[in-house]
Nanobody, 119 residues
Framework: QVQLVESGGGLVQTGGSLSLSCAKS????????EGWYRQAPGNERELAAR?????DTIYADSVKGRFTISRDRGTLYLQMNDLKSEDSGVYYC???????????????WGQGTQVTVSS
């Protein structure tokens, strides 16, 4: 069972930077895709950035050129630069897991970390 623990959120001023981390443990060999999602109050959860199953990076248009997703075996990262007030929200790490050939892919979510950008 994959477990995810996010860290690195906080309060930052407009134009500032934050770096988020997501520590992965337990069954990480079953991960086929992974990424960061975010949810602002009153809004639906949306993609910020992710790695596809083929290893391609995918970014939401609103964060292109400002956010960078990266990873090593045990941790997923999101570097966020030139932050704007509209970037505020709870950021979630998520991985898609497929434990065996017969298994369906399912998504596992972290607990989320709050990012607040103030002007």
């Amino acid at each position: 069972q994959v477990q995810l623990v996010e860290s690195g959120g906080g309060l930052v001023q407009t134009g500032g930077s934050l770096s988020l981390s997501c520590a992965k443990s337990g069954g990480i060999r079953s991960i086929v895709a992974e990424g960061w999602y975010r949810q602002a109050p009153g809004n639906e959860r949306e993609l910020a950035a992710r790695f596809s199953s083929g290893g391609d990076t995918i970014y939401a248009d609103s964060v292109k050129g400002r956010f960078t997703i990266s990873r090593d075996r045990g941790t997923l990262y999101l570097q966020m630069n030139d932050l704007k007030s509209e970037d505020s929200g709870v950021y979630y790490c998520a991985v898609d897991v497929k434990p065996s050939i017969e298994s369906l892919i399912r998504r596992v979510w972290g607990q989320g970390t709050q990012v607040t950008v103030s002007s």
